[in-house]
């Protein structure tokens, strides 16, 4: 039933960055990396695939977020991800979205950027529970998420 | 060499360029990674987009690294125990799509890992520049139980 066990997800920037912290300090294999294109080059792999970058200020913005969805949607059906981690934020949304409807185990670690208040995707997937364990970095954030778990810095 | 770098948000992030440049009387080797931020400039270098292992090698040669308020440049230059002055990206300049940024840097300036810089009055970069020439970060390593954490649960149906 499942094709690929973590598919490990981010939004570009320190996001990326946290997502790769955790890759580097954790022992797996079998795993794929879905992540925004941007204009820093990286190094071609099988194991990354790439959504659009995109921000929520920005008048394409929902278009973006369609073909996104759709892409996010294929990769999930080629791979069927055991466990699906995420880093945040919007760009990641679709996939948890899928994965969650298709039975994956979803990770959501809310941004080391976050001390006092959460992200609006943070928010949006703990309030519609899309998650199984639901972290955060900064003991401070426990009292915008109660349930999640704190544990600690990722960098 | 000061180290500059703006993110790769595609907001425009142009007044730390103006700030850097307040320094080129103290050090005339300003490299700025300015990314999607559009500026011209005969006192710093500006090096567009730099590959991770590029950079990499800038942050082991800087005396000082001058950021943006994004935690993947931050927490590199305090990996590379450098002096790391932070400037938030604003929403009102449009430089951000919300002022987050001010929360982490406020949090790990009050833990002395980094210094703060008050980007509303460009000459505090002469203030942040003084104390960051003396500036001893915190050595403490910052609280993680994450990665044993999320190796637990990974591994525990395998």
Request: aromatic content about 14%; glycine content about 6%.
């Amino acid at each position: 039933m499942y094709k690929t066990k973590y598919l490990f997800t981010s939004s570009a920037g320190g996001h990326y960055a946290q997502l790769k912290s955790l890759i580097n300090k954790i022992n797996v294999d079998d795993y794929l990396v879905l992540t925004e294109r941007t204009k820093i080059k990286q190094k071609s792999s099988n194991k990354i695939k790439f959504l659009l970058y995109g921000s929520t200020d920005e008048f394409h913005y929902i278009l973006k977020l369609i073909y996104n969805f759709i892409k996010s949607l294929i990769i999930f059906i080629k791979y069927r991800p055991r466990y699906i981690i995420s880093t945040g934020v919007h760009s990641t949304i679709p996939i948890i979205i899928i994965g969650k409807i298709f039975g994956s185990k979803i990770i959501y670690i809310e941004s080391y950027a976050k001390v006092y208040t959460g992200t609006r995707t943070g928010k949006f997937i703990y309030k519609y529970k899309l998650y199984d364990y639901f972290f955060v970095q900064w003991k401070e954030l426990l009292a915008v998420y109660p349930k999640a778990i704190y544990g600690g810095s990722i960098y | 060499m000061i180290l500059v770098l703006c993110g790769t948000q595609k907001q425009q992030f142009s007044r730390i360029i103006e700030m850097a440049e307040l320094l080129y009387k103290f050090d005339n080797e300003i490299i700025v990674q300015n990314g999607h931020t559009k500026y011209e400039s005969n006192k710093v270098r500006l090096l567009d987009f730099i590959s991770s292992e590029k950079l990499e090698n800038y942050y082991e040669k800087a005396d000082i690294i001058l950021t943006h308020g994004g935690t993947g440049s931050i927490m590199t230059g305090i990996r590379n125990r450098k002096p790391v002055i932070a400037v938030p990206r604003l929403e009102k300049f449009h430089e951000h799509v919300d002022d987050h940024q001010t929360e982490i840097v406020h949090k790990l300036s009050e833990l002395g890992y980094i210094i703060s810089c008050n980007s509303l009055i460009k000459s505090d970069i002469v203030n942040c520049y003084n104390k960051a020439m003396s500036f001893q970060p915190n050595n403490d390593p910052i609280y993680s139980k994450i990665h044993e954490m999320i190796s637990t649960i990974l591994n525990k149906d395998n």
